[in-house]
């Protein structure tokens, strides 16, 4: 049974920085995904990496701010979270790339049941 799962949510100050992890099990991904949603809005690309050569990629929204890495030994993904913003309050999820652009919710499956992050001002 494959199984990704999300923790390291909380609640935070702006500016403060926060650390997530994904740990996948039951299948290994050739790309795993970051998303987030905040209320009332719609499932939003956060970033991704490629298992093989660990190449990043993010929205320009978090470029500079958030790191995608891996852990191939242990098949997980974290995503470090520097200099919060509000902005950046919602559920992240990650989920296990299958087709298509790394960008888009459509290639993806597996999804983890996500881990709130609350930043406040």
């Known amino acids: 049974q494959v199984q990704l799962a999300e923790s390291g949510g909380g609640l935070v100050q702006a500016g403060d920085s926060l650390r997530l992890s994904c740990t996948i099990s039951?299948?290994?991904?050739?790309?795993t995904g970051w998303f987030r949603q905040a209320p009332g809005k719609l499932r939003e690309w956060v970033g991704a990496i490629t298992w093989s050569a660990g190449t990043t990629y993010y929205a320009d929204s978090v470029k500079g701010r958030f790191t995608i890495s891996k852990d191939s030994a242990k098949n997980m993904m974290s995503l470090q979270m520097n200099d919060l913003k509000v902005e950046d309050t919602a559920v992240y999820y990650c989920a296990g790339h299958r087709f298509g652009g790394v960008h888009m919710a459509a290639g993806y499956g597996h999804w983890g049941q996500g881990t709130q992050v609350t930043v406040s001002s």
């Open positions: 039951g299948r290994t991904f050739t790309a």
